[in-house]
């Protein structure tokens, strides 16, 4: 049975469709396993950048602001290649993903609505899988030959979330989204907890080159299995129950629009409740891209820890990221499911919370100076917090619009992108002598940019099914 409450949103006993073994967490643990090689392939090369750069720290002990961190350690193998880029190149190089990843966004959205998303995410990802494993090739050819191959990954990888997101409008019950897509959205957090550590290990006992092939494998593994087992909506899955098909399938029969067709492109782009996601959007990925590509460098240049320790501190931030995004998923369906809060509140209270907070401590990182406890705990809580955002404005275009979800996440992810291509050239720029006071700018630009974005969202924000969606 759906109810419908005073608020508009469908209330589904959740009790229709148990969870364990169905097929729609199986789809849910597949695309986490995605998002964990899609994020893997994106993060390794910032662990790696340390170790290619002939003026590596990690290579001497030297030249961090703050003292070097000494632990009895086996030699460091250096045996790959290094190069000697500026740090305006190192930024073009971490930030050249993003000037692909921008192109297939909106058309990546509207292709999997048309035609499906289960191959164009699994095409997409191991387009970047292929790529990553000419990473080596492309360096020793030149920072031009490298910075067309990240490209090319950024343009493979770029329909992921839209796709992704088009899927989920076929296979998340309303009152399970939070769950389902915090589930299968933090596989990106599991990717760079996993990856960051591992590659500074890599790094330091094979060499540099290894980061990128033992990933790509990973990533092979993931598209046979992403292959053999899902498919684009219940009605087309071979191995899912009669009762799970006709209790997802019900929950959203009053959401979806019936045709594929048409598209209201004038009704979308005049949303304010899609400007407010697309803001929101924007200010939580320049603080994340930022620190995504930078943290290590900071981790090496100010803090002073070695390629061996870089890693696991870097990934600090992103594991209590992915625990917080699993729980506040549970959080947040709860509060809709069994107190009845409205789902815009919801959204809100956690946009909030996962914005404000992390701008809070991130600015507070900056004065900590060379007590590199404080400075990664900080940092920690910082990205940490953020983590509280993923049930709120980051699967808010399911809420206004699951039948074009793909192609609002298209566009909001498209502006998102942005801080990816420039966050990390403007940051290098602002940090060429690497002292303290040039980070402190940079973390202070992150945080108002978050704390305006959480603003505009709790203004504008809606959380119930547009008009112009379902007809």
Known sequence: MVCVFADDEPRVPLSESPACCSSRYGLAF??????????????????AMVDMLKNSSSANNSSSVCPHHSIPVPKHNHTASVYDWDSETQGWILGSFFYGYILTQIPGGYFARKYGAKWLFGIGILCTVIFTLLTPVAADLGAGYLIAVRVLEGIGEGVSYPAMHAM??????????????????????????????????????????????????????????????????????????????????ASLKNELSPTTDYIPWTSILKSSPLWAIVVAHFSYNWTFYTLLTLLPTYMNDILGFSIQQNGMLSAL??????????????????????YLIHTVNVRKAFTIVGMVGPAVFLVAAGYTGCN??????FLSISSSLGGISAS????????????????????????????????????????KSNTIPEWQIVFYISAAINIFGAVFFTIFGKGTVQPWAVQ
Request: hydrophobic letters at 50%.
């Open 30 to 47: 597949l695309s986490c396993y995605g998002f964990f090689v899609a994020y893997a392939l994106r993060v390794n090369l910032s662990v």
């Open 168 to 249: 989920w409008a076929s296979w998340a019950p309303p009152l399970e989204r939070s769950r389902l897509l915090t589930i299968s959205y933090t596989g990106a957090q599991l990717g760079t907890v996993v990856a960051l550590p591992l590659s500074g290990q890599i790094c330091f006992y094979l060499d540099w080159t290894y980061v990128f092939y033992i990933f790509g494998a990973v990533g092979l593994l993931w598209f046979f299995l992403w292959s053999c087992f899902v498919s684009n909506s219940p009605s087309s899955h071979k191995r899912i129950t009669e009762a799970e098909k006709t209790y997802i399938m």
């Open 317 to 338: 931030p992103y594991l209590g990221c992915w625990l917080l995004a699993l729980l506040g998923g549970q959080l947040a369906d709860l509060l809709r499911e069994r």
């Open 372 to 377: 590199y406890v404080l400075a990664v705990a």
């Open 392 to 431: 709120g404005f980051n699967i808010n275009h399911l809420d206004i619009a699951p039948s074009y979800a793909g192609i609002l996440l298209g566009i909001t992810n498209s502006f998102a992108t942005i801080p990816g291509m420039v966050g990390p050239v403007i940051a290098r720029s602002l940090t």
